[in-house]
């Protein structure tokens, strides 16, 4: 057990609709990251949050957003979905402050299976 | 960002070694070199990570090359739980717009045999 959890663990919904996804990260850590896995892209960053603060985004798409609350937990959200959505959606946590951002380890829950139909 | 190369794919026999290699030819001063490991149907699992030095932990041991152009993740007894894909990244710590994330390439797809 990584210590991030993910909910919902599945997810199916149909094209146009919208959906949150949640992540609790490790007690304590201030990083939270979203990743995108479908087969044939790969693990997909999309962004990161620090403290509250969007710090670093990367391939998401401008029907996506994201958050962090002042508890920390996080939230993607995926509106107008189209079929080429359905994807693994991985968030993970990490301790690292602002000065250490290179030697920390991430954690990584078990994923939100997203389908699109 | 800074990218990895790794053979697609490799195979290992149960307890022997296996020996991961990564090349990051385009490696900066600053960038750690970070491996993990993503088992069927789960999330990605951290290993190992080092800057210079070679390191070990109780999941593997990372050797990183005195000019840092390519490192090898080595699993002293592979067992068929360490089958999984095995990713080599470099965790981005420049500044701008990259702070720490990590950049997953396709990684090398290990089998372990009985």
């Known amino acids: 057990d990584s210590g991030v959890t993910q909910t919902p663990k599945h997810l199916i919904t149909a094209t146009g609709q919208r959906v949150t996804l949640r992540c609790s990260p490790r007690s304590g850590d201030l990083s939270v990251y979203w990743y995108q896995q479908s087969l044939d892209q790969g693990l997909q960053f999309l962004i990161q949050?620090?403290?509250?603060?969007?710090?670093a985004k990367g391939n998401i798409l401008e029907r996506f957003s994201a958050q962090q609350f002042p508890d920390l937990h996080s939230e993607l959200n995926l509106s107008s979905l189209e079929l080429g959505d359905s994807a693994l959606y991985f968030c993970a946590s990490s301790a690292e402050d602002y000065e250490d951002r290179g030697g920390s380890e991430a954690f990584f829950g078990q994923g939100t299976r997203l389908t699109v139909v | 960002d800074a990218k990895t190369t790794q053979p697609n794919s490799m195979e290992s026999n149960e307890e022997e070694p296996v020996h991961l290699p990564c090349n990051h030819s385009?490696?900066?001063?600053?960038?750690?070199i970070h491996w993990y490991r993503q088992l069927p149907s789960q999330g990605p699992e951290y290993v190992i990570h080092g800057l210079t030095s070679n390191v070990n932990n109780r999941m593997a041991s990372l050797a990183i090359a005195e000019d840092r152009k390519s490192s090898t993740l080595i699993l002293h007894r592979a067992t068929l739980r360490d089958a999984a894909v095995y990713y080599c990244?470099?965790?981005?710590?420049?500044?701008?717009?990259?702070?720490?994330?990590?950049?997953f390439g396709q990684g090398t797809i290990l089998t372990v045999h009985p």
């Open positions: 385009t490696i900066s001063g600053t960038d750690y």
């Open positions: 990244i470099l965790r981005d710590v420049g500044g701008g717009t990259s702070y720490g994330k990590l950049t």
């Open positions: 949050y620090y403290n509250g603060e969007e710090r």
